[in-house]
């Protein structure tokens, strides 16, 4: 450290570049961390769109350009997860829930950035957004594709790019998370309905009572199923923060727009609402109903 000194006479610490770190980068490719994370191109991306620019547009752009990014760090996570799954490398898969949950709160915590944008400021560039809207989002679909709520109509949406209907069309047919644990339950030799596991699985799962029979016995014999009762668990919590950024995403909206229709032609908050009651893991859900309700002598839940 040096330090100089001001003309009033206050010392003002330095840290020197040491003399180690390089600096000269004439003719060399891919070796600094702008080249590294091609920031050149990153940071080009957030064009503005209103002439003159207005004061919130460059936060709504990053906000959620930043989210698509977490959002194909998540889908890649929840890819390998799958892949674990069918591998029955479960301690694997398990460790990916810990870094999907991160991703997750990330996405979270946007919306609290997102909405110290008012009402006011979002208006004043809300009608040049003209009909995008999040919904259209393709890497939103596909992790809900592969966490399991699969439905089809919302492909047409990209009907204009043959390449993006290729991708959601391949992600649709594919298992879903809960597809491949149903698989690895089959495997540990409990008895899943052969119709379940090699299904059509571009069709929604809703969940299966056989299915829940089996959650039933892992959950009253934990120490014995230890790693499949932790995945359970693990899945709920995937769920639970997936809830959570559904609810806060209904906030923020209603906060900024109240009950106006949506800027893509959808009913706004009405239509995220909606999202609130859709499940990925039914039997989940539905096994803490037979645990709870269980008035049998010694039931211990």
């Not at 752009?61 to 674990?84: A, C, G, P, Y």
């Not at 008035?295 to 839940?301: D, E, F, I, S």
Request: hydrophobic share 40%; charged share 25%; no cysteine.
């Amino acid at each position: 450290m040096a330090a100089t000194q001001t003309p009033d006479g206050d010392r003002v610490l330095k840290r020197d570049l040491e003399t180690g770190i390089r600096a000269d980068f004439t003719g060399k490719k891919r070796e600094t961390y702008g080249d590294f994370l091609q920031l050149k191109t990153l940071l080009s991306l957030q064009q503005t769109i209103m002439d003159p620019p207005q004061r919130d547009e460059m936060l709504f752009i990053i906000i959620h350009q930043v989210s698509e990014l977490w959002l194909k760090l998540m889908l890649f996570e929840l890819t390998q997860i799958r892949d674990n799954l069918a591998l029955d490398r479960l301690g694997i898969a398990l460790k990916g829930t810990g870094r999907v949950k991160a991703i997750q709160e990330q996405l979270i915590s946007a919306w609290k950035t997102l909405l110290t944008m008012t009402p006011a400021d979002y208006l004043q560039f809300r009608d040049a957004l003209g009909n995008s809207s999040g919904f259209q989002s393709w890497g939103y679909r596909q992790v809900e594709y592969i966490m399991g709520n699969k439905d089809a109509s919302y492909i047409r949406v990209h009907k204009h790019d043959p390449e993006i209907v290729a991708l959601l069309e391949t992600a649709l047919a594919q298992p879903s998370i809960y597809d491949e644990v149903i698989r690895l339950l089959a495997r540990q030799d409990f008895a899943v309905p052969a119709e379940l596991i090699e299904r059509d699985f571009r069709e929604p799962y809703a969940g299966d009572g056989r299915i829940v029979a089996i959650w039933e016995q892992i959950f009253r014999d934990t120490e014995r199923y230890w790693d499949l009762y932790d995945l359970a668990e693990k899945l709920m919590d995937m769920e639970t923060l997936f809830q959570r950024w559904r609810f806060d995403h209904v906030s923020a909206v209603e906060r900024v727009i109240g009950m106006r229709p949506g800027t893509g032609g959808s009913s706004g908050v009405a239509f995220l609402k909606k999202a609130l009651d859709l499940k990925f893991f039914h039997d989940l859900y539905d096994v803490r109903n037979v645990l709870v309700h269980d008035t049998r002598p010694g039931a211990t839940l």
